[in-house]
């Protein structure tokens, strides 16, 4: 089933007003969301509490403003979308962390049922090598 352009930016608004948890109620429990790359997010998580406990969990102990999303731009082709992120967020020790991210969706009943992630996986080491957990 084709997702519509208005239904993905109202989710990705929750996104972008610091409101995960309205964004991640379109999310299965049962995702399958990869997060690529070589850093210490990486990893492919079988469900929504696994990869919120081993990233945004994460990261909200390093980013204490928390993530910053915000769209750049979409391209949507049936059940796929591509949404093109920005973060910008600043860390514990004053780090910049403006990170690019791309994710590509899978939507099945107007829920997220596959991601995978890609990200600058140095600066993510970065922030983590200097705001140790």
Same mark, same amino acid.
């Given at each position: 089933?084709?997702?519509?352009?208005?239904?993905?930016?109202?989710?990705f608004?929750?996104?972008?007003e610091?409101?995960?948890?309205?964004?991640?109620?379109?999310?299965?429990?049962?995702?399958? @969301?990869?997060? %690529?790359?070589?850093?210490?997010?990486?990893?492919?998580?079988?469900?929504?509490?696994?990869?919120?406990?081993?990233?945004?969990?994460? !990261?909200?102990?390093?980013?204490?403003?928390?993530?910053?999303?915000?769209?750049?731009?979409? !391209?949507?082709?049936?059940? @796929?979308?591509?949404?093109?992120?920005?973060?910008?967020?600043?860390?514990?020790?004053?780090?910049?962390?403006?990170?690019?991210?791309?994710w590509?969706?899978?939507?099945?009943? %107007?829920?997220?049922?596959?991601?995978?992630?890609?990200?600058?996986?140095?600066?993510?080491?970065?922030?983590?090598?200097?705001?140790?957990?």
């Amino acid at each position: 089933m084709a997702v519509s352009e208005a239904y993905v930016r109202s989710i990705f608004k929750h996104l972008e007003e610091g409101d995960g948890a309205a964004f991640f109620e379109r999310v299965a429990d049962d995702v399958d @969301w990869t997060v %690529e790359g070589t850093h210490p997010l990486a990893g492919r998580y079988n469900s929504k509490s696994a990869f919120l406990s081993h990233t945004f969990a994460k !990261l909200g102990k390093v980013l204490p403003g928390g993530t910053q999303l915000h769209v750049v731009g979409k !391209l949507l082709s049936g059940d @796929w979308v591509v949404v093109e992120l920005a973060s910008m967020a600043t860390a514990r020790n004053g780090m910049r962390f403006d990170n690019k991210y791309c994710w590509l969706l899978r939507f099945s009943n %107007e829920m997220i049922v596959e991601v995978r992630a890609y990200l600058d996986s140095a600066l993510v080491t970065r922030l983590f090598d200097e705001n140790p957990i």
